[in-house]
């Protein structure tokens, strides 16, 4: 999860179960400050799903 400089949160989402993780999507994106940039279907596609990502905020540590 980052924060970015206007105070939005920027997260990807990783869930193999695509019914559950379409859900996640669409939840977190009725919150103004929540963007989801990207949802995932494994741990193996977190890193090149985020490798295009500018860091630009601070990082939270939070998994």
Same mark, same amino acid.
């Given at each position: 999860? +980052? +924060?970015?400089?206007?105070?939005? =949160?920027?997260? #990807?989402? &990783?869930?193999? *179960?695509?019914? !559950?993780?379409?859900? !996640? *999507?669409?939840?977190?994106?009725?919150? %103004?400050? =929540?963007? *989801?940039? &990207?949802? +995932?279907?494994? /741990? #193996?596609?977190?890193?090149?799903? %985020? &490798?295009?990502?500018?860091?630009?905020?601070?990082?939270? /540590?939070?998994?």
């Amino acid at each position: 999860m +980052v +924060v970015i400089g206007n105070g939005v =949160i920027r997260m #990807l989402i &990783a869930k193999d *179960v695509h019914i !559950l993780r379409e859900a !996640l *999507v669409g939840l977190l994106s009725l919150d %103004g400050d =929540i963007t *989801v940039a &990207a949802g +995932v279907a494994s /741990g #193996l596609e977190i890193a090149p799903a %985020g &490798a295009g990502w500018h860091l630009g905020g601070s990082q939270t /540590g939070r998994p």
